[in-house]
């Protein structure tokens, strides 16, 4: 009975013991996989860049056999071939040994440098294989009479397609195989080999293998030569297993061996494996850690068992021994303390027998409270529902299961997520349970931290994407979907190449490879290609990431777009611009307009003392039009931008389209004819507007005119004619005098129908950036707008374009006729003050006012006036004043006279102030308000004008 016994407990913990070595044994065996698997990826990898170093090495002297035996010298061998060759061995003696031409039949006839010792069958045989099948070949290895090996990189000589022979470079194999190996740096380099289809070494760490077969090495070893063969004569690439070492010779490492035989693809039919051997304990040494605490705990676990289910059989069965369960309990207890996860062992309705220390952790109590209470009572009640469950069946059929996470409610009231091991076993005379309780609480917590951070990414407007050293895309946000068109399932495992436009600088690999490389962050601007091809510019971060071990194994590029802000950004700079141009155009309008005021006013006054008709007469009349002229360009120029206020008066508009053409004619290529159709009968319309707006339109059509033909040339024509006719659908005023129409032609390039629509919208252009601001039509249409016209535009895609504007035309008004037109001076006797900083002017104002008949005193100081208006023989009748002064303005000096003199008027002049205009001068006490330069007959007409007012009351 004693033995029977015993061995019921021998088969139960046995049984105990391989179900929890079983459970224990998977992810052992899954972290065993994963390793094999990385080690093989990262083996792959280094082979990958030894054989795009080996192609790129070969495709260099196929490149120069196929330059070579091209060549008419080389082909019928005479001195200047013989020079060739011997030129190209001293460029690349370091790599070539010799160069070999040889007949049809294989004989040598030409060899560099000069040997008569070596064999020739090497050479010979691999040129009838090129001229069997017509192309270029690398033999196999051969092995010169001093000991050195090579190979032969043939190519065959031919003359109008018939075969004179082959032109032969001998390579040493060691130099083409450190070729090789210098392209990348292999963790182990002593265990790299490199082995021809036929089993033969090339390459060795150990220069005594070169030149043998894999079968004399292993000789002995039937299996490790089989499992190599296999592999070398498959074209696929492999790992393999051998069970000794002997190909590299390592005596510290002589047992077994993990290997990946990767092949080699060569010219024609050669191909070459590349062999890299790992000793196993180097492959599984990242997982020795886990190996050790995986015997410990599988170690601890099976003891726990084996010893749990000795207590617990001996208790029930053996109630006599009880003292000796105890303390046998006592030492399980011990033992089950050391546990990582919590024990728990339970009746067969459930109650707590035993919990170890972690156990109680878990639970927040001590082990007085827990023994004797339910277990399920832990749980919240849909939980407890189900493991009530699994003990009825459980207990019926005497099974294990597993479950979870699940919630554990502890005895101070908090939760923790959990995961449960339940095994049924049976001790005599009840079966009982053991429960092996994980707490993954804070595992949950990270997986839950992770997933945040995960959808945090995903919802951030910066795309983030994150890729390997070669560029290989690993992952990709929501963001960088949305913004590129490219799907998640797309981006992945591609390179990240395809996500640049064409204008990305090319060398821009080489920066991310030094950001990788030098553990830098890389911050700047990347040119990016969406999928439908359109284009975009990102500001961009890139910076490495570094993994457990601290190697950079990835970079993680984040990008934004802003194409939109530095359009925006270019606007405010040809804003800007234009600002400065307005604050240039300001300072030298002052300045400028007052040498014009002494220009026209001396030339005014030389008219008048030129006899009509003279040729005198004539020039002085060119003098003081061109002065007008300046006059009126410095006013556009403080008109566009946005200096002085545009007044509409009406004006001609066939000569503004004149003088526009003409400032346009230097700047367009003599390719673009330019084309007037205006009649003279049209020459005298006139439109209310101010002339720099008219000069605004033609000059924005026109030159919009240019963009489309300044590629292929053309016509541009310009017609002007009147029009009657109502324009249906077109909100034109109406004034009963019709309508002025403008026509600008292109035969340009035209525009589509698809943006036809949108060119008059601000900022729209289809220029590229740097060409345009797109403002040009908006301007066009605000101005025409403003005068009450409409713009009609007609054009096909390669048709050219058609601009039509309407504006509605104005009789010409008696009352802004010209002051400048021919008539009688106003005159007078009366005593005029002049007050200007400029000594020019007003020695100009002097005799131009004097000629008239006025009595002149000048004064350069505005804070001279009142002293002189005090204290002058003659009264004073009316001060003419500037309005840009020292000390003292022009608008400061009307005010203080309109205090102390009230019946002297006061005309303000000035040549240009973004602080004066009509209104502020008659507000100020101003009787008029001049613009410089002025001319004799503006002057007289003013003067006169200002002091008939204060007589008449």
């Known amino acids: 009975m004693k033995n029977r016994f015993d061995y019921q407990l021998v088969v139960l913990g046995f049984l105990a013991t391989l179900i929890l070595a079983g459970l224990f044994y998977l992810p052992y065996l899954s972290v065993h996989t994963k390793t094999v698997d990385a080690f093989r990826l990262q083996q792959t990898l280094l082979a990958q860049q030894a054989e795009v170093g080996l192609q790129e090495y070969l495709a260099t002297y196929d490149t120069a056999l196929t330059y070579l035996v091209q060549q008419a010298g080389i082909q019928e061998l005479d001195e200047s071939g013989k020079s060739l060759l011997r030129d190209f061995l001293s460029m690349r003696g370091a790599d070539v040994l010799a160069i070999e031409r040889t007949d049809a039949a294989g004989t040598r006839l030409f060899t560099v440098p000069e040997t008569t010792g070596d064999d020739q069958s090497g050479v010979a045989a691999n040129c ?62 002593k265990n790299v080999l490199l082995i021809n289809q036929s089993g033969v070494i090339l ?45 590299t010779q390592d005596l510290q490492n002589p047992g077994r061996v993990y290997g990946l035989v990767y092949p080699l693809e060569l010219a024609a039919d050669t191909r ?91 639970l927040e109590v001590n082990g007085e409270e827990v023994v004797g209470h339910r277990f399920l009572s832990f749980f919240h009640q849909g939980t407890c529902h189900d493991l009530a469950e699994q003990f009825e069946i459980g207990a019926a059929v005497q099974s294990r299961y597993q479950c979870g996470p699940i919630p554990l409610r502890t005895f101070s009231g908090s939760n923790r997520e959990v995961v449960i091991h339940a095994t049924l076993y049976q001790a005599d005379p009840h079966p009982q349970w053991i429960f092996i ?60 190449r395809m996500l640049w436009a064409k204008e990305q600088d090319p060398s821009f690999d080489l920066k991310i490879e030094n950001v990788v490389d030098g553990d830098e962050v890389w911050r700047g601007r990347i040119i990016n290609q969406r999928k ?81 008709g003279t040729e005198v007469h004539t020039n002085l009349l060119h003098i003081r039009q061109g002065g007008k002229r300046a006059a009126d360009l410095v006013q556009q120029i403080l008109t566009f931008s946005r200096q002085s206020v545009i007044e509409k008066v009406p004006v001609p508009v066939a000569p503004l389209i004149k003088e526009s053409l003409r400032l346009l004619r230097a700047s367009l290529p003599t390719t673009i004819d330019i084309v007037q159709d205006i009649p003279a009968p049209e020459a005298k319309m006139m439109v209310m507007a101010a002339p720099v707006q008219i000069q605004q339109i033609v000059m924005n059509l026109c030159t919009n005119a240019f963009y489309a033909m300044r590629e292929t040339g053309g016509s541009l024509v310009i017609r002007l004619r009147s029009s009657t006719a109502r324009i249906s659908d077109q909100n034109i005023e109406s004034n009963g005098r019709g309508q002025a129409v403008l026509v600008v032609e292109d035969t340009g390039q035209g525009i589509g129908e698809e943006i036809l629509s949108r060119i008059f919208t601000p900022f ?124 003292m303005t022009g608008i400061d000096l009307t005010r203080n006279l309109r205090r102390n003199h009230f019946s002297v008027p006061v005309i303000l002049c000035t040549g240009y102030s973004d602080r004066l205009n009509y209104d502020i001068a008659l507000e100020a006490g101003a009787s008029d308000l001049l613009m410089k330069p002025m001319d004799l007959q503006g002057l007289s007409v003013a003067v006169r004008a200002a002091l008939d007012r204060i007589r008449g009351g």
Request: some cysteine; overall charge negative.
């Open 272 to 362: 070459w494996s590349l062999v890299l051997l790992t000793p196993e304990h180097v492959v599984l040494g990242s997982m020795a850690e886990f190996r050790s605490q995986w015997l410990v705990v599988t170690a601890v676990a099976v003891t726990i068992v084996a010893l749990l289910s000795f207590i617990l059989s001996r208790i029930v069965v053996h109630k006599k021994e009880e003292s000796q369960q105890r303390a046998a309990q006592k030492q399980l207890a011990m033992l089950l303390d050391l546990a990582p996860m919590g024990v728990f062992v339970l009746d067969a309705k459930a109650t707590v027998l035993y919990a170890n220390q972690e156990a109680l952790r878990i």
């Open 437 to 496: 309780v994980r707490d993954v609480t804070d595992d949950r917590i990270r997986a839950a931290q992770q997933q945040r951070l995960t959808a945090a990414i995903d919802q951030v407007k910066e795309a983030v994407l994150i890729a390997d050293r070669q560029g290989v895309i690993d992952y990709a946000n929501a963001a960088l979907v949305e913004m590129t068109g490219y799907s998640m399932e797309e981006c992945r495992g591609q390179s990240i």
């Open 203 to 247: 390459a060795a760490p150990v220069s005594s293998l070169i030149g043998n077969n894999i079968q004399h090495v292993y000789a002995g070893g039937e299996d490790n030569v089989k499992i190599l063969r296999a592999a070398l004569e498959s074209s696929e690439q492999k790992l393999i297993t051998l069970s000794e070492n002997r190909l």
């Open 128 to 189: 009838q294989t090129v001229h069997e099948q017509n192309h270029s070949r690398v033999s196999d290895l051969y092995r010169l009479g001093n000991g050195d090996d090579q190979i032969f990189f043939s190519a065959a000589v031919r003359q109008e397609g018939e075969f004179y022979g082959c032109l032969s470079f001998s390579l040493p194999i060691t130099r083409v195989a450190q070729r090789i190996f210098d392209q990348i740096s292999f963790p182990h380099e």
């Open 532 to 612: 439908d091809g359109t284009r975009f510019i990102a500001a961009a971060t890139i910076s490495p990431m570094r993994s457990t071990n601290g190697t950079v194994a990835h970079f993680v590029l984040v990008q934004r777009d802003v194409t939109q802000e530095l359009e925006l950004d270019s606007r405010l700079r040809q804003t800007q611009k234009m600002e400065a141009i307005g604050t240039l155009a300001g300072g030298i309008a002052h300045d400028f307009n007052n040498i014009l005021g002494g220009i026209i006013g001396f030339t005014d006054l030389a008219l008048l003392q030129s006899t009509p």
């Open 764 to 887: 729209f252009t289809t220029k590229q950036p740097g060409e345009g601001t797109g403002m040009g039509l908006s301007v066009v249409h605000g101005i025409v707008q403003e005068l009450g016209g409409h713009i009609d535009v007609q054009s096909k895609k390669g048709e050219g374009t058609v601009f039509t504007v309407y504006l509605p035309l104005v009789g010409q008004s008696g009352s802004n006729g010209s002051a400048n037109s021919p008539g009688l001076l106003s005159t007078g006797t009366e005593h005029i003050l002049v007050v200007d900083d400029e000594k020019e002017i007003r020695e100009t104002y002097k005799m131009m006012l004097s000629h008239l008949g006025y009595t002149v005193t000048t004064t350069g100081d505005p804070q001279e006036v009142v002293f002189l208006m005090e204290h002058a023989q003659e009264p004073i009748d009316l001060v003419l004043t500037d309005q840009t002064m020292p000390r």
